[in-house]
């Protein structure tokens, strides 16, 4: 029988790689940055980006260069989950992202019963950090894939991958 895993992965290297560009674009181009104290910080091990800056505008700044950076690295901004700013010590202001990598239970759920909503001849199971689908006819698989692509209400980026033919 046909089947394929829906997945949830975050290219860590292609965020560094956004992270290192924006912060290069700042150093270089933002003449408002001149003199002023900022961090770019990711933790790859703990999946989270770090933004530190003297105020709010420049924050706001560098999460939206960095966020143009990302869909310049095709790295989905559903990835990233932004905080609400906070003060930190010495007047600086931070903002933590988490970075969502693997589907998190409860968005498994919520994507299996998606799945089951639909009225496919699919079964959709849970396992670990991803989901299988497997059905008689590959157009119900491909059905399955453009309705998660149209649905606008998952907040993780999906991958669909082992797409394996019978």
């Known amino acids: 029988m046909p089947s394929f895993d829906i997945v949830s992965r975050t290219d860590l290297q292609e965020t560094d790689n956004a992270v290192n560009n924006a912060r290069k674009e700042i150093e270089q181009q933002r003449f408002d940055f001149r003199g002023a104290k ?11 980006l770090v933004l530190t800056a003297e105020d709010g505008t420049k924050i706001n700044a560098m ?3 960095f966020t143009k950076h990302a869909i310049r690295r095709k790295v989905s901004l559903k990835a990233f989950d932004f905080k609400e700013s ?3 010590g010495g007047g600086m202001v931070k ?8 589907l998190e239970q409860d968005i498994a759920k919520d994507i299996v019963k998606r799945i089951k909503a639909a009225e496919l001849k699919v079964q959709a199971s849970i396992q670990g950090d991803e989901i299988r689908c497997t059905a008689k006819k590959i157009d119900d698989l491909q059905a399955v894939i453009a309705m998660l692509n149209a649905d606008a209400e998952i907040k993780v980026p999906l991958q669909f991958v082992n797409m394996k033919r019978d």
């Open 63 to 65: 999460k939206e260069t």
């Open 38 to 48: 900022y961090t770019f910080e990711l933790d790859k091990k703990e999946k989270k």
């Open 95 to 102: 903002i933590e992202a988490k970075i969502r990598d693997g």
């Open 86 to 88: 906070e003060t930190v």
